[in-house]
Nanobody
Framework: QVHLVESGGGLVQPGGSLRLSCAAS????????MGWYRQAPGKERELVAV???????NYADSLKGRFTISRDNVQNTVYLQVNNLKPEDTAVYYC???????????????WGQGTQVTVSS
């Protein structure tokens, strides 16, 4: 069984910063891409950023400059640093990872349970 557990969300004032973390645990052989998505109330889930196991990154065009994704391949953890937060960044942030699990013979996408980020004064 595989688990992705996010942490670091919360209530922050506009202009503030947060660092989200997501740790993968369980029975898997390797991790390929890891990423962050978000879903605001009444909207569809959207990509925030993705990072490969080699460190290449890709960001949603509208979020470049304020969001930084990084990962620790030893700790199987992906991070999202968010600066200059705006009210429109309020959403549930989900972690996603491509994991090669034992016995499956292939990579599959797994999701965390989400962490709420609320930006409000």
């Amino acid at each position: 069984q595989v688990h992705l557990v996010e942490s670091g969300g919360g209530l922050v004032q506009p202009g503030g910063s947060l660092r989200l973390s997501c740790a993968a645990s369980g029975r898997f052989f390797s991790i390929r891409d890891m990423g962050w998505y978000r879903q605001a109330p009444g909207k569809e889930r959207e990509l925030v950023a993705v990072i490969t196991n080699g460190g290449s990154t890709n960001y949603a065009d509208s979020l470049k400059g304020r969001f930084t994704i990084s990962r620790d391949n030893v700790q199987n953890t992906v991070y999202l640093q968010v600066n200059n937060l705006k009210p429109e960044d309020t959403a549930v942030y989900y972690c996603n990872a491509d994991l090669f699990t034992y016995g499956s013979g292939r990579y599959a996408k797994y999701w965390g349970q989400g962490t709420q980020v609320t930006v409000s004064s």
